[in-house]
Antibody, heavy 120, light 108 residues
């Protein structure tokens, strides 16, 4: 059973950098899966941020691409998200998820999510 | 971006009811459509992938159909644990994957 666990600061100052890590257990990050970040502002819907493969290949949401970096650490079986120049609009629950290719690419395993608030 | 529009945005129903939620894509996405259930304070849970395939462990009262631009999620007989918010998501185009705005299913 694959498990994902997000970690990182719950409070980030405006114009600062949001940094989160997703630890993967019960499976290898070097498997044939991509690994994604998805966020959800309070009371709103889901927004895909980007994804990474264990080789380091990435895809990003064009709406966030200039501010996002996703990286992978195979030795620690984890991947990370950095979002720069944050504003209050970046306040959200951030989820990490595994991308499974099964007919349609889907998110089959999710972390429990971590709330990041952007405030001074 | 491919826009996903769900209807209705909210729905009131009773235990035992048959419920249908619709998702429409702004362009054809073949069968690259998934459905998720989200309960308050929890991560989304995959229910249906590739338009009609039931994820392992998901009760058979959930079913999906459609292709191209129009899709439906049907719950054949609502159970108390089914009251939640449901999202569709397309993966026809990676840049970016997009979700519908959600349908909140409430108890009547």
């Amino acid at each position: 059973q694959v498990q994902l666990q997000e970690s990182g600061p719950g409070l980030v100052k405006p114009s600062g950098t949001l940094s989160l890590t997703c630890a993967v257990s019960g499976g290898s990050i070097s498997s044939t899966n991509w690994w994604s970040w998805v966020r959800q502002p309070p009371g709103k819907g889901l927004e895909w941020i980007g994804e990474i493969y264990h080789s380091g290949s990435t895809n990003y949401n064009p709406s966030l691409k200039s501010r996002v970096t996703i990286s992978v650490d195979k030795s620690k079986n984890q991947f990370s998200l950095k979002l720069t120049s944050v504003t209050a609009a970046d306040t959200a629950v951030y989820y990490c998820a595994r991308v499974l290719s099964a007919g349609a690419l889907n998110f089959d395993y999710w972390g429990q999510g971590t709330l990041v608030t952007v405030s001074s | 971006d491919i826009q996903m529009t769900q209807s209705p945005s909210s729905l009131s129903a009773s235990v035992g009811d048959r419920v249908t939620i619709t998702c429409r894509a702004s362009q054809s996405i073949s069968s690259y459509l998934n459905w998720y259930q989200q309960k308050p304070g929890k991560a989304p849970k995959l229910l249906i992938y590739a338009a009609f395939s039931l994820q392992s462990g998901v009760p058979s009262r959930f079913s999906g159909s459609g292709s191209g631009t129009d899709f439906t999620l049907t719950i054949s007989s609502l159970q108390p644990e089914d009251f939640a918010t449901y999202y569709c998501q397309q993966s026809y185009s990676t840049l970016p994957y997009t979700f519908g705005q959600g349908t909140k299913l409430e108890i009547k």
